[in-house]
């Protein structure tokens, strides 16, 4: 992989290579497997930036399960806005269900926290989170975040999903912003 990245008007560097973002899937894959063995969860796809991480998480998870993809937004450039959209596309009905929001990325937690506020009156039996990367540092919420592959500094990164004003989602490993 390059050592600089340009995307529009920034620089972006290696930050978590492509086998280490695999090797923390696998765990996080092995643990989901355990846990919901008899309980055939539906999984919540929060696009676009989980597409990818979803693809590498649920192909490792070996238990019967629906997938179902919704879309919100809250960013724009490399500032969350906390300015959450309506949940778009979910089309399953979740009462009595055991749900699992797989996201990209956990930063303040605006997002999931809506995403929390907007299912819970649908009476789910349970909601669980499961992300790529957790921002543990500028975390400002008290939802309990379950499941992520890796916990990463606070510093804005693209790849794996990730973009910066829609590019950078298709490269395959994680990079940081060039400070
Ligand atoms: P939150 O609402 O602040 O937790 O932000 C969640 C959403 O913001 C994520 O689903 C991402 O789409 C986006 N986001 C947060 N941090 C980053 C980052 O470092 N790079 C790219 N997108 C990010
Ligand atoms: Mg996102």
């Known amino acids: 992989m390059p050592n600089e990245i340009q995307l529009h008007d920034k620089t972006f ?4 290579g492509a086998d280490q973002l695999e ?3 696998e765990k996080t894959a092995a643990q989901l497997s355990e846990h919901y063995k008899d309980k055939q969860p539906l999984f919540v796809v929060v696009l676009n930036g989980a597409f990818m991480f979803a693809a590498e998480l649920l192909k490792r998870c070996n238990i019967k399960a629906e997938v179902v993809f919704v879309r919100v937004a809250s960013y724009s450039g490399t500032q969350s806005s906390g300015d959450v959209r309506e949940i778009l596309g979910l089309t399953s009905p979740i ?4 749900v699992i929001l ?8 605006h997002t999931i926290a809506k ?8 009476n789910p ?3 669980k989170v ?3 990367l957790f921002k543990k540092l500028a975390y400002e919420k008290a939802y309990p975040i379950d499941y992520y592959a890796l916990e990463i500094e606070n510093k804005f990164v693209v790849g794996y999903g990730l973009d910066y004003n829609e590019l950078g989602r298709n490269i395959p ?6 400070s």
């Open 13 to 16: 560097v290696p930050y978590i």
């Open 23 to 25: 090797s923390a899937i």
């Open 95 to 98: 009462e009595h269900r055991d």
């Open 102 to 109: 797989i996201e990209d990325i956990i930063d303040t937690g």
């Open 115 to 122: 995403l929390f506020e907007t299912l819970l009156p649908k």
């Open 125 to 127: 039996k349970s909601i």
């Open 130 to 132: 499961a992300s790529l």
């Open 173 to 178: 490993s994680i990079y940081v912003l060039k």
